[in-house]
């Protein structure tokens, strides 16, 4: 395991489908982000877990968004009933409690929304 | 709530220059600051950090000082290559607060040749 990995890395959909997206965090981390970046901005907090509990979740994360980390491992965030105001990219980061706030990224994934 | 701000690029230079990027924060404890930085078609990987006031992070030729009385993380380098081209945020992370991170809006950085 060299890092974080998300999937799928692109996802077009069609406005009021429902998309999921998957993040394998770094194996012995036991906290996990999701942040939204939009084009010329810097990601945005949505919501983290440490191991398989969600701590804290972001007034960005609207009902429409669910995310969860069953098993303390993986994690998925799933959007319902899309809109052309989802369109972003979908960062996932991972880190361990006692470090400095540093976190490891993925490469993202990318939804748009048509 | 906690805030940065980065300098407005984008930002173009010829290889060899100096580069500077401003940064500035608000924050209600005592964060730890970072630069990441983001390559063409690659994530975000963190540059350099501070943890405390008056350190100075270092990376791949890259300073930046944890200034407090300005509330300030300036990236500095004294000479850029073209493969420093790059988009770079500045963040700090809320130690209080599980580490929860809040990032500028970035800074695109070309170098010309």
């Known amino acids: 395991d060299t890092g974080v990995s998300q999937d799928p890395r692109h996802k077009i959909t069609k406005r009021g489908q429902n998309v999921t997206f998957r993040c394998d965090p770094i194996?012995?981390?036991?906290?996990l982000y999701w942040y939204r970046q939009t084009l010329g901005q810097g990601p945005e907090f949505l919501t983290y877990?440490?191991?398989?509990?969600?701590?804290?979740k972001s007034r960005l994360l609207s009902d429409r968004f669910s995310a969860e980390r069953p098993k303390g491992s993986f994690s998925t965030l799933e959007i319902q009933r899309t809109e052309q105001g989802d369109s972003a990219m979908y960062l996932c980061?991972?880190?361990?409690?006692?470090?400095?706030?540093?976190?490891?990224f993925g490469e993202g994934s990318r939804l748009t929304v048509l | 709530g906690d805030s940065v701000t980065q300098m407005e690029g984008p930002v173009t230079l010829s290889e060899e220059a100096c580069l500077t990027i401003?940064?500035?924060?608000?924050?209600?404890?005592?964060?730890?600051l970072f630069w990441y930085v983001q390559y063409p078609g690659e994530g975000l990987q963190l540059l350099l950090k501070?943890?405390?006031?008056?350190d100075k992070g270092s990376n791949k030729g890259f300073e930046a000082t944890y200034r407090k009385e300005t509330t300030s993380f300036h990236l500095e380098k004294g000479s850029v290559q073209v493969s420093d081209s790059a988009v770079y945020f500045c963040?700090?992370?809320?130690?209080?607060?599980?580490?929860?991170?809040?990032f500028g809006d970035g800074t695109t950085l070309t170098v010309k040749p």
């Open positions: 980061a991972s880190s361990w409690t006692t470090n400095t706030g540093e976190l490891f």
């Open positions: 194996s012995e981390h036991n906290r």
């Open positions: 877990f440490q191991n398989e509990a969600q701590l804290e």
């Open positions: 401003n940064c500035t924060y608000t924050a209600t404890g005592y964060p730890s």
């Open positions: 501070a943890t405390k006031a008056d």
């Open positions: 963040a700090l992370s809320d130690n209080t607060n599980a580490g929860k991170s809040t």
